[in-house]
Each structure stands twice: as structure tokens, then as C-alpha cells.
């Protein structure tokens, strides 16, 4: 059969929102596709289209200073409008894993 190891191998039905805004200040153009899954302790996977960075985020990695630096190599400018945004759109994290 396979030589492989899974961890899981699990296929779900997934809301995927994509959304595309520029920057009011940076004029940086941001594509993203924001996915809702039961996965990830109801964090939301946010893809950046444009880099095909991910990240796996809630309001706790929001609030993390340099998270968005980091995760998506933007400025702190870009990741202010960035999390402007996300603010609005993450929510609060329910937990579908217990």
C-alpha cells in the first residue's frame, strides 16, 4: 500500500471568503482568501494570494505585536491596515475541537 506515516488525513466542507482592498495610507494592495474551517480551535487560515503566505489566526494573534510583520513580510505600516481589517473580519474564536 503506502509507506507513509499520516497524522490525519481528514476532509471537511470549508467557507472560504475572498477579498481583495488596498491599503488607505501604503497603497499596498492586499488579495486574500480567508478560510473558515472546524480545524485550528476556530481560527481562521488566511492565505495571501499575492505570496502565498498563510497563517492560522485569531484575535490573540492579532494582538500580537510584529505578528503580522513577521507571518506575511509586510511593513508595520502594511500590517496596520492589515489588521485593521482583520479585526473586523476574524471574530471571536469558538472552540468545535472539544
Given amino acids: ?18 477579498v ?20 485550528y480551535y476556530g481560527k481562521k487560515l488566511v492565505i495571501d494570494l499575492q505570496t502565498g503566505r498563510s497563517a492560522v489566526m485569531g484575535p490573540d494573534d492579532l494582538a500580537e505585536e510584529g505578528y503580522l510583520e513577521y507571518a506575511y513580510k509586510i511593513s508595520e505600516e502594511e500590517a496596520q491596515e492589515l489588521n485593521a481589517f482583520l479585526s473586523q473580519v ?6 468545535t475541537d472539544i
Fill in 1 to 18: 500500500m503506502s509507506d507513509f506515516d499520516f497524522l490525519y488525513d481528514h476532509s471537511e466542507e470549508t467557507t472560504t471568503r475572498f
Fill in 90 to 95: 476574524i471574530g471571536s474564536i469558538h472552540f
Fill in 20 to 39: 481583495c482592498f488596498i491599503g488607505g495610507e501604503s497603497m499596498h494592495r492586499f488579495d486574500l482568501a480567508i478560510m473558515t474551517t472546524t480545524r
